[in-house]
């Protein structure tokens, strides 16, 4: 169950109950000018489960999550309705929740190779993905991303600019092109594209994603991060989605790799 | 609540400043990445300042609602605490 919640007081988000309870776990936070609080997993009377800083990699708060639902067989136990899911879905969910062999399993035959295909790109076995996606699998979004995760950016943009308007990644498949074209250095096409998408798709995953690469994309080399403003739209430094700016870490996919 | 994790690099940052995108993820696991609300989900109060995020994260508001579907499904509870004096339009 997620709760959000303000820790400020009199704030429309503030909640009472929730913050004596965070701060008997964490008295810092009980006060004024408290430093920025982790994200916390309880159970459902309260006591603490496991914590995390808000700042973590989302590989860190992935491992947090796997280790939270793998450590209770009630929550990584397939229920009734994620049975009826798809191959593909339910191939996915064991994944999520780190059951690597049960979702290989699940796909293990030839009509589910794109589904495979993914499990195998997040596993770091490219060559594997490739083999897996074969010739006669029709998917360039898949194909283009598994080159991006790959390093191969020249052979992703060739593979994602191919990607359809009506084709249900689009969004992904630009949000990556303009990956591949920042990793190779054209960081004016890369803004071009994030900049696309998020006219084209508005409020959407890969518009955030575009959003955060685009705000991260101006920061000069060497430089500070980029200033964010408060000062509104007039200022010219809003994002694209109109966000004052990004705090916290930098999207990781235009970290430098080739 | 089950904890639904989507490995796919959706990863959204909403408008949730330094939530990590990976806990956004409750999107229903599919090859596709499933379109996130162009609305506030009905379990977000109509005044509450998270009606704004779009992550697709089913929050379930306020603590004591929190606490008692937990109880009740016998799940964790996912606490994100912030604290910038959240306004109601989301700013702070």
């Not at chain 1, 996606?133 to 020249?154: M, N, P, Q, T, W």
């Not at chain 1, 994602?160 to 308007?165: E, I, S």
């Not at chain 1, 594209?193 to 920061?219: C, P």
């Not at chain 2, 796919?8 to 996130?36: H, K, M, N, Y």
């Amino acid at each position: 169950m997620p709760l959000y919640f303000d820790l400020g007081r009199g704030s429309p988000a503030g909640d009472a109950a929730a913050k004596k309870v965070i701060a008997a776990i964490d008295p810092r936070l009980a006060g004024q000018r408290v430093p920025t609080p982790d994200v916390f997993i309880l159970d459902p009377d309260g006591k603490l489960i496991d914590r995390t800083s808000n700042y973590a990699s989302e590989a860190k708060y992935l491992a947090l999550l796997r280790k939270v639902v793998g450590a209770s067989k009630a929550l990584s136990a397939e229920t009734e309705a994620e049975a009826k899911r798809s191959i593909a879905e339910r191939s996915w969910l064991r994944y999520c929740i780190g059951d690597t062999e049960a979702a290989m399993k699940l796909v293990a035959a030839e009509k589910d190779s794109l589904a495979r295909a993914r499990i195998l790109r997040w596993e770091r076995k490219f060559e594997d993905a490739r083999k897996a996606l074969g010739k006669h699998v029709d998917s360039f979004a898949e194909r283009g991303v598994l080159e991006v995760f790959a390093a191969k950016y020249a052979e992703a943009s060739a593979l994602l600019t191919k990607v359809g308007a009506k084709d249900p990644r689009h969004a992904e498949a630009q949000y990556f092109l303009g990956v591949a074209r920042f990793q190779q250095g054209k960081t004016k096409d890369a803004q071009g594209v994030w900049n696309g998408v998020i006219k084209t798709y508005g409020e959407n995953a890969w518009s955030y994603r575009s959003d955060w690469a685009l705000q991260n994309s101006k920061a000069k080399p060497g430089g500070g991060p980029v200033r964010f403003t408060t000062t509104g739209k007039k200022s010219g430094r809003n994002s694209g989605l109109g966000r004052h700016g990004y705090m916290g870490r930098k999207n990781p996919d235009l970290l430098r790799r080739s | 609540m089950r904890l639904k994790i989507a490995l796919d690099t959706v990863l959204l940052v909403g408008r949730l400043v330094g939530l990590p995108a990976v806990l956004a993820l409750v999107l229903a696991p599919s090859i596709q990445a499933e379109e996130p609300p162009s609305k506030p989900l009905p379990t977000v109060p109509d005044d509450h300042p998270v009606r704004l995020d779009r992550t697709g994260i089913r929050w379930v508001l306020p603590y004591e609602r929190t606490q008692a579907t937990a109880r009740k499904t016998n799940h964790p509870m996912l606490i994100k605490a912030v604290a910038f004096g959240t306004t109601k339009s989301g700013c702070w």
